[in-house]
Structures are given as C-alpha cells and as structure tokens.
C-alpha cells in the first residue's frame, strides 16, 4: 500500500479542514514548497495536492502552487480542485501533474468527464469520490448530492478508470480512524478498481489496518502536520 502524503491549499498556504469546513481552517505552512520538499525527503514519491480555493469556485486558483512543487521536486502528484474545463486539465498537466483528481465533473457534467478521459487518457486521471452517508458530495464538500457511492464508482469503472480515492467527509481531519468499513464495502462491492483511502487516518495502526483490507493506497494529512505520525515512520511503512 502506497503512503501518498496531502497538502490542501488555500490562498498559497498549506492548510487542514476539520469535515470540511472552511470556518475550521487550520495554517500549517505559508510555503507549501518546503512541505512537500520535507516529504521528498523523507522517501515518499507521491502527493496529493488540493486547491481548497479552486474546489470551492468551480475553477482553479493555485496552479503556482502546483507549478512550483512539481519544478522543484521528483514527487509524482496528483491535483484537484476546481478542475472544469479541458484548458483545466491540459494546464495541470503541463504544470507538472501526473494525474488530475476528478471529481465534481464527474458527477455534473460526465460526459464532458468521458471526453477528456478519451482526449488526454484514462491513465492521466483518478476519480475523486467525497462522501457523506454514502451520498456523493462535490464543490469542495459544499454541495449535496443524491448519487450512490457505489453505482458511481461502478459506471466509472466501465469508463476505464482505474484508481480514485474516497474521503468519507464524517472522518475527515479529526484523526479519529478511517472510515474501514464503507471501505471494506466498497471493495466487496465494487472489484478491478485501486482504492486510495483518505481522511481520518491518525496511526501507524490505521494505515496497518487499511493495508489489510485491500486498499491500494492511503493519503495522510492532519496526523501528518501534528505529530501523530512521524515521516520517518511513514517511510519505513513505505518499505
């Protein structure tokens, strides 16, 4: 299981949300840069990089952010937030993503969704799927929907997708344990799909925990920023 740490932007600095809301607002950083060279450092190879700005507009607002981390580091990321038109993606992409994280287009405009997969393919892109009580929820966890979790991540395997990661919105940033159970769901429910766990995740424990299960991938970020888990931990995790 791939250790794939997180820095959520907002206003050009690395931040936390606890479930989401913007009023709990927490700054780590106010250079994401350093974060993620802390990271690199460390042995880990990937990063999750959220623009909380551009996810709560519906357009993209820290493409220097993503610029400046991918010239200055070897980490493989994959972006999102605000991503809605296909200058969106090609501008991610050539920013320095290695993947685009989709998720409110997937829900609102597919078949937008299903021309960039066709378009740029299906490889460049993992679907991001944020749930509330199994319901999907889009605009940075602003807006409510009444679309399965499952059924939506069944479609989209059909499309070619092949990884996307789930953030039950409930866990999300209060280092309280994953949500393993909507996870061992998912998996039972929905095969030939790489599961990257996200939110909630507090301890070593809880990553051993999701590594059983069968998730292919878990992005840690609060337990990260406060000391729970150690980036020498997470390397040797990583091994």
Not at 12 to 24: F, M
Not at 48 to 56: F, I, N, Q, S, T
Not at 128 to 142: Q, R
Request: charged share 25%.
């Amino acid at each position: 299981m791939e250790i794939i740490p997180a820095i959520d932007i907002i206003e050009g600095k690395a931040v936390r949300l606890s479930k989401g809301d913007y009023n709990q607002k927490k700054v780590y950083n106010e250079n994401p840069l350093e974060v993620a060279l802390q990271f690199e450092d460390a042995g880990l190879k990937r990063l999750h990089l959220v623009d909380l700005d551009g996810a709560k507009a519906g357009a993209v607002r820290n493409w220097n952010v993503l610029e400046t981390i991918a010239g200055k580091t070897k980490l493989a990321i994959d972006f999102s937030g605000g991503i809605s038109s296909e200058k969106d993606v090609q501008i991610a992409l050539d920013s320095g993503a290695a993947y685009a994280a989709i998720g409110s287009m997937a829900v609102k405009k597919p078949v937008v969704f299903q021309d960039w997969l066709t378009q740029f393919g299906v490889e460049k892109f993992i679907l991001g799927a944020d749930v509330l009580d199994e319901k999907i929820m889009i605009k940075g966890w602003t807006e409510a929907t009444d679309i399965n979790i499952f059924n939506f991540l069944k479609h989209y395997r059909t499309k070619g997708i092949q990884q996307f990661f789930c953030t039950d919105i409930s866990k999300d940033g209060l280092l309280q344990g994953s949500s393993n159970e909507l996870y061992k769901k998912i998996l039972n429910e929905v095969t030939e799909l790489k599961l990257i766990a996200s939110g909630g995740v507090s301890s070593i424990k809880d990553l051993e925990d999701l590594k059983a299960i069968g998730c292919s991938g878990a992005i840690v970020g609060k337990a990260i920023y406060e000391g729970r888990i150690s980036l020498k931990e997470l390397n040797l995790f990583n091994k």
